[in-house]
């Protein structure tokens, strides 16, 4: 198997969990705060499709598909346009509100993109350099799995939090 085979497999599963997460809740549910101070579903979501958005992007030098899709107008979220909710605070957080329907077909946006770019690739692809900021320089395999962990690691608080009794 190829490495971009490997990857598509981990971004496929994120979208399955996805789906499977956002399955039955209604918009009450979606912004439930486990705990009152805890992420919401609905922010989760958001929150891991706009930091797939955003990595996938810079990486395949694209432009974002929360702007050139206009899901930026579509959720109408009093926040900037490239916010990805990293250091949101806990009214930012309660900010992010939007029904299952748009939040997956948000997240189907980015993961068809994501696919796109992935099936591109091949081995050697993944060793150039895409941001020199860090020691050492973070490499395109290294962006997209930390990329991917982060998705999952947010899919499965959102899950849990979905699994969790209203308080």
Request: net charge negative; aromatic share 8%; with cysteine.
């Amino acid at each position: 198997m190829e490495s971009n085979g490997l990857l598509l497999d981990a971004f496929g599963r994120i979208r399955e969990t996805v789906e499977a997460t956002l399955e039955g809740l209604d918009d009450g549910s979606l912004v439930r705060r486990p705990a009152g101070t805890g992420n919401s579903v609905a922010w989760l979501v958001w929150h891991l499709s706009r930091v797939e958005d955003a990595q996938v992007a810079s990486a395949a030098d694209l432009e974002q598909v929360w702007t050139a899709q206009d899901f930026v107008a579509r959720f109408d979220l009093p926040l900037r346009t490239r916010d990805t909710g990293y250091g949101h605070s806990s009214e930012q957080v309660d900010a992010v509100r939007a029904p299952a329907v748009l939040l997956l077909e948000y997240y189907d946006a980015v993961h068809r993109q994501t696919v796109e770019f992935v099936r591109t690739l091949t081995d050697q692809d993944l060793d150039r350099v895409v941001d020199k900021r860090w020691d050492p320089p973070v490499t395109l395999g290294v962006r997209l799995v930390s990329t991917i962990a982060d998705c999952l690691q947010h899919v499965g608080q959102a899950a849990y939090a979905k699994g969790l009794k209203a308080g």
